[in-house]
C-alpha cells in the first residue's frame, strides 16, 4: 500500500507553517558548535569558519537557542 504522503512531502508541509527560523550573528558567534548536535533536522552547519542555519530545514523548534554560550542564535521571521 502506498502512503498518502511521502516522507518529503510531509516535512515540506509541516515546514510552510514555520513563522520563525533560527538565525546565526556571525560577529558574535564563536564557532563553538554547541548548537550543531542539538538541531533534531541538522539545518546548522560549520562550513568555511561559518556557522549557517539551512532555512529550507530549520523547522523553528528554538533548540539551539538557549545553549548558545555567547547568544550568537535569534529566531528571525521565516
Do not use: Q, Y
Amino acid at each position: 500500500m502506498t502512503p498518502l504522503f511521502a516522507p518529503a512531502k510531509v516535512a515540506r508541509m509541516a515546514h510552510s507553517r514555520v513563522t520563525e527560523l533560527a538565525s546565526v550573528d556571525l560577529a558574535v558567534c564563536d564557532r563553538c558548535g554547541l548548537c550543531l548536535p542539538l538541531c533534531p533536522p541538522e539545518a546548522i552547519h560549520l562550513a568555511f569558519d561559518r556557522l549557517l542555519v539551512d532555512r529550507d530545514t530549520c523547522t523553528g523548534c528554538r533548540k539551539c537557542i538557549a545553549p548558545c554560550p555567547v547568544g550568537a542564535l535569534a529566531m528571525v521571521p521565516a
